[in-house]
Each structure stands twice: as structure tokens, then as C-alpha cells.
T-cell receptor, first 114, second 115 residues
Framework: AQSVTQLDSQVPVFEEAPVELRCNYS??????LFWYVQYPNQGLQLLLK??????LVKGINGFEAEFNKSQTSFHLRKPSVHISDTAEYFC????????????FGAGTRLFVKA | EAGVAQSPRYKIIEKRQSVAFWCNPI?????LYWYQQILGQGPKLLIQ????????DSQLPKDRFSAERLKGVDSTLKIQPAKLEDSAVYLC?????????????FGPGTRLTVT
């Protein structure tokens, strides 16, 4: 069975500091990998995705993530965070079969402090 | 381009009552998804439609939940009767048709509280 584990439920960080949100997955079939952001009372917005090719992917708002197949990880990073980055971040995998069913992690709450 | 629309945004009901949620996807998006997001958890897929056909409903509690997409456009998710554990945000998403990966676009969700 496929699963996604986000290793930190909450990450507090000061403004302009770097941040890394960790994500590990398990799957018996090939997957696509994603990070979504959810601001309060809003739906999910796609930050970035890995489908194939370069293992370092860049997304919106200055975020990037690196796919590590041997460690089955897809950690999200940003070199300098802003107050406006405070939100819930979800790592997700989409099975490369049929309807591309998406499985989400439990989320990491990023809290940026002034 | 208008996004995915959902209504109502909030709903409070008592247990054993019934409730319905509505979703209108982005124009031209043939695939529609309903997710349940319980507080502190990630979204869980309940049902996926391709036009008006069901692609995956393996995690839909069919004894109390039902969903339809009769004309292949908007969709309704119903719960009857509701239980306390159904308290959650119900998210609707849609994507373009075609083979291969297609990005999902999410609506703002309906927050359901069952008392």
C-alpha cells in the first residue's frame, strides 16, 4: 500500500530564515510527487510537482524540492521565508496508474515569526 | 477563468440529519473529485468522476454517503444520516481530461460540523 509521511506536524521559523519541510513516501509502483499549500479557509494550491527528469524542481513563491529515489523522500525547501508563507503544507503522491489517485500526507503547519 | 465553486461554505447539522454539498468544476474539466479532510489530517479521496462515470469510489462509505454527477458537469455529495465523525472539510477538485497526469484545481471547501 502507498503512504506519505510528513515528519513534522509543526515547524516554527523566524522570518528570512531557511526552512525544510520533510516528506517520505512508500509505494510499490512509480509515483508522481507534489507539494500543496493551504491558506486558512482556502482550498489547496499546487506549489510544485515532480513527474520525471531533473530531481530538483522549482515551484511558485520561491519554493523548491528534491526527489531522492533511494531515500524515497521529497523534501520542500525555501532559502528565506516570509510571514506570508505561514500556512499548511501537504506532500502528496499520485500513483502512475489508471486514474492517478492522489494520497496526501497529514500536513505540516509552517509558522513564520517576525 | 472562474475556479471551482462550492456551496455552502459552512454547515452545522445534528447527528442523524442529512446534508448535501454542491460543486461546480472549472469549465471543460471532465474529471471531478470529492475529498474529505478531517482536522489535522490530509485530504482523503472519497470519489472520482470522469464525466458522469465513477472512476474510483473505494473509500466512499456507501452506507451513508452518495455522490452524483448526472450531466457530467456539477456534482452533489450527500450524507444521510450524518455521524459525529463526519465533521470535516469537504473539498471538491477538478482537472482536464486526457491520458497522463493532469493538475487538480481545488475549491474552497465546505466545512461540516455535526453536533
Amino acid at each position: 500500500a502507498q503512504s506519505v509521511t510528513q515528519l513534522d506536524s509543526q515547524v516554527p521559523v523566524f522570518e528570512e530564515a531557511p526552512v525544510e519541510l520533510r516528506c517520505n513516501y512508500s509505494s510499490s509502483v512509480s509515483v508522481y510527487l507534489f507539494w500543496y499549500v493551504q491558506y486558512p479557509n482556502q482550498g489547496l494550491q499546487l506549489l510544485l510537482k515532480y513527474l520525471s527528469g531533473s530531481t530538483l524542481v522549482k515551484g511558485i513563491n520561491g519554493f523548491e524540492a528534491e526527489f531522492n529515489k533511494s531515500q524515497t523522500s521529497f523534501h520542500l525547501r525555501k532559502p528565506s521565508v516570509h510571514i506570508s508563507d505561514t500556512a499548511e503544507y501537504f506532500c502528496a503522491v499520485s500513483l502512475n496508474t489508471g486514474g492517478f489517485k492522489t494520497i496526501f500526507g497529514a500536513g505540516t503547519r509552517l509558522f513564520v515569526k517576525a | 477563468e472562474a475556479g471551482v465553486a462550492q456551496s455552502p461554505r459552512y454547515k452545522i447539522i445534528e447527528k442523524r440529519q442529512s446534508v448535501a454539498f454542491w460543486c461546480n468544476p472549472i469549465s471543460g474539466h471532465a474529471t471531478l473529485y470529492w475529498y474529505q479532510q478531517i482536522l489535522g489530517q490530509g485530504p482523503k479521496l472519497l470519489i472520482q468522476f470522469q464525466n458522469n462515470g465513477v472512476v474510483d469510489d473505494s473509500q466512499l462509505p456507501k452506507d451513508r454517503f452518495s455522490a452524483e454527477r448526472l450531466k457530467g458537469v456539477d456534482s452533489t455529495l450527500k450524507i444521510q444520516p450524518a455521524k459525529l465523525e463526519d465533521s470535516a472539510v469537504y473539498l471538491c477538485a477538478s482537472s482536464l481530461p486526457g491520458t497522463g497526469f493532469r493538475e487538480q484545481y481545488f475549491g474552497p471547501g465546505t466545512r461540516l460540523t455535526v453536533t
